[in-house]
């Protein structure tokens, strides 16, 4: 470590480990999704049905990826407010101090830098919210998509009980008059918010590679190593 | 009732959810109550003289095909086999029923589905011996004299016919774009005089449901469906174009079995008929899961009848009963034939069904504007827009930006 610096924690191993899922996850039901949508490539393989099943192989994995991502951001969401490590909604409350710090970010990242009156040390104010705004894609994407996918429990029973066909109406039957009225206005909300997830994950990274360069913290070891470097106060 | 049926019943009564096995107080429950009101019709006067049994036997039919009909008509209600006979003397019991049918904007499409079957089945033919008090379509009255029959049928029938509805309401320009009759009627003036004094109101067909291709974009005439129109009476909604006569008869026979309204889904239609997805009892849903898809209409997919999902098949996300029930006495229907669905007992289906485009690829009306948008090109041009402020902003901050001192 280069003299005058400090080395801070800023994700532990399990949120790395989560990260991770989260990004791979999302790759593997844009992919997938795309598919599902418009398949986009053939299978004209000279198999019988059962041996290809490509649709329901992809739908499968959809499915599974979705779940999966489910699941985290239910934990990201228990770990806003009780995580023993940082509390991120400690962040995005509109606190004038939280305002500030937000504002200050904002001016950092519009003057390239040449402005910086914030503590990088730790989750500032504007990235917090940022990633509260990524969860509320995924909390909209988890309603729709299952929306979408009660659409073939008809019948109200699932191998897991008749509870889950009928959580899942009571949960996302508000989702068809919220978009517009129709299935297909669900199934539009759904693919358009990927649009917008893909772009979110655009300026993640670009922002947090630009961090890393601008400000040589070594911030986008914060994601690898799960640290990064800080001046020390003289 | 316990806990969780409460809980279901106050949160998920108009899911999709078709309960097809009720237990057995419920169905003798229920036979009581439909022996009751069918005794009470048999004791009524009959309001037409139409026998069914005379016109099955003028088509050729024998009482073996009616009984089989009446058994798979119980069959497509849900109800138990037991309710066979009282089936069928409900179909014999249909000309007690008076029916009021009255046509609006639309093309007749139902009406001539029905009528114009050159082998008419005996659903088609049950509709025949209802007792159809008014009908533009098909009385020869014309004028005052057709309006005054109308009055005479309201009155005399108050409060015990059904109004069925043919055709949406236009409501633009004080609903001039449709009037009717002698006296210049708008649609929506005389739709809500009829369906005023009725037992309940049946609309037939997706444009009576939902507005339908009337109201697609740009919607010129302002047409809505029946259920904007009426408040306050049962409605019952049988969508699709043309709505299929098995789903007619259905629904009517319900009301003369019970003198009440089937169970409906949240958009009012019968669940018995509209409860389950086209694409879940497709005869093409092997190859859809295989991913062996018709490419272009004709090609080595379409000789082998491979899924039409990337034809713009609209299966998955429609609910009829088509694929079980089918068209023109079960003979075939659209995706048998090669076409797929498109949507029609949707919703809005012109507008967002009913292209030959697989379902991603479906316009719509993005944030930028304009219809003739598909979500990816939304979508890339969303990304474009951001890959170019973060170039720039990757290109200032080079050229510009101040790296922190080490």
Same mark, same amino acid.
């Given at each position: ?28 039901? *844009?992919?997938?999704?795309? $598919? ?38 239910? *934990? ?12 991120? $909604? ?27 009156? !914030? ?11 940022? !990633? ?7 909390? +909209? ?32 039957? +508000?989702?068809?008059? !919220? ?15 990927? $649009?917008?997830?893909?772009? +979110?994950?655009?300026?993640?990274? $670009? ?28 | ?62 009482? /073996? ?30 000309? /007690? ?5 009255? %046509?609006?904007?639309?093309? #007749? ?95 037939? &067909? ?39 006569? =098995? ?25 018995? =008929?509209?409860?389950? /997805?086209?694409?879940?009892?497709? %005869? ?69 069904? #009913?292209?030959? /485009? ?11 504007? &304009?219809? %003739? ?17 973060? &170039? ?15």
């Amino acid at each position: 470590m280069k003299p005058g610096y400090k080395k801070v924690e800023r994700m532990t191993g399990f949120m790395r480990i989560n990260h991770w899922v989260v990004a791979i996850s999302m790759l593997a039901a *844009v992919v997938t999704g795309l $598919y599902i949508g418009h398949p986009y490539y053939q299978s004209l393989i000279a198999d019988p049905a059962v041996d290809k099943y490509v649709m329901a192989w992809n739908r499968w994995v959809h499915l599974m990826v979705a779940i999966i991502f489910d699941v985290s951001s239910i *934990v990201i969401a228990y770990l806003y407010f009780f995580s023993r490590f940082e509390k991120p $909604y400690k962040k995005i409350l509109p606190t004038g101090k939280n305002i500030k710090e937000f504002m200050a970010v904002i001016v950092n990242l519009l003057t390239f830098n040449r402005s910086k009156k !914030f503590d990088s040390t730790h989750s500032d104010s504007f990235n917090t919210v940022y !990633f509260l705004i990524f969860h509320a894609m995924l909390a +909209w994407m988890l309603l729709t998509g299952l929306q979408l996918y009660v659409h073939g429990l008809e019948s109200g029973h699932s191998s897991i009980g008749d509870w889950w066909p009928w959580m899942l109406h009571f949960v996302t039957d +508000w989702t068809i008059a !919220f978009t517009g009225g129709t299935n297909m206005d669900v199934r539009i909300s759904h693919h358009t918010v990927m $649009y917008s997830i893909i772009t +979110w994950v655009m300026f993640h990274i $670009y922002y947090q590679v630009w961090r890393t360069i601008f400000w040589k913290e070594g911030d986008i070891n914060i994601v690898f190593g799960g640290s990064k470097y800080v001046k020390e106060e003289k | 009732m316990d806990r969780r049926d409460a809980l279901m019943k106050m949160f998920s009564a108009k899911g999709v959810k078709v309960n097809t096995n009720r237990g057995e107080a419920y169905y003798s429950k229920l036979k009581e109550t439909m022996q009751k009101r069918l005794n009470e019709l048999r004791n009524a006067p009959a309001a037409s003289k139409v026998d069914i049994n005379k016109v099955l036997e003028a088509e050729g039919l024998t009482r /073996r095909d009616f009984m089989k009909w009446a058994s798979a008509a119980c069959a497509a209600m849900m109800l138990p086999a037991s309710f066979t006979p009282l089936m069928a003397e409900a179909a014999e019991l249909m000309n /007690r029923v008076p029916v009021i049918w009255i %046509e609006l904007q639309d093309c #007749a499409g139902n009406s001539e589905a029905i009528l114009r079957s050159d082998a008419p089945t005996i659903d088609e033919l049950i509709l025949e011996t209802i007792s159809l008090e008014f009908n533009e379509t098909l009385m020869a009255a014309a004028g005052h004299q057709a309006e005054e029959h109308l009055d005479e049928a309201m009155k005399t029938f108050a409060g015990k016919y059904l109004c069925v509805v043919e055709g949406s309401i236009p409501l633009h320009m004080d609903g001039q774009y449709g009037t009717i009759g002698a006296k210049g009627e708008t649609f929506e003036e005389h739709l809500l005089r009829v369906a005023g004094s009725s037992a309940a109101v049946v609309a037939v &067909g997706t444009c009576a449901t939902f507005g339908g291709v009337p109201a697609a974009a740009p919607n010129p005439t302002g047409a809505v469906g029946v259920q904007d129109i009426v408040k306050g009476k049962p409605i019952i909604n049988i969508p699709a174009c043309p709505a299929n006569p =098995a789903n007619i008869t259905g629904t009517i026979l319900h009301f003369v079995l019970t003198g009440q309204v089937p169970e409906l889904d949240h958009l009012n239609r019968p669940k018995f =008929a509209f409860g389950y /997805r086209i694409h879940d009892n497709c %005869e093409r849903r092997a190859h859809f899961d295989a991913g062996e898809f018709v490419e272009a209409w004709g090609d080595e997919g379409a000789e082998n009848n491979w899924c039409l999902y990337k034809m713009g098949c609209k299966g998955p996300m429609t609910f009829n009963n088509c694929s079980v029930v089918r068209y023109n006495s079960g003979t075939n229907w659209p995706i048998g034939a090669g076409h797929g669905c498109i949507g029609c007992s949707e919703p809005q289906f012109w507008d967002k069904y #009913a292209q030959e /485009r697989p379902m991603a690829d479906t316009h719509f009306k993005a944030p930028t504007g &304009g219809v %003739e948008k598909t979500v990816d090109e939304f979508g890339l041009g969303l990304l474009t827009v951001a890959g170019i402020g973060i &170039g720039i902003h990757a290109a200032i901050s080079a050229a510009a930006g101040k790296k922190e001192e080490v």
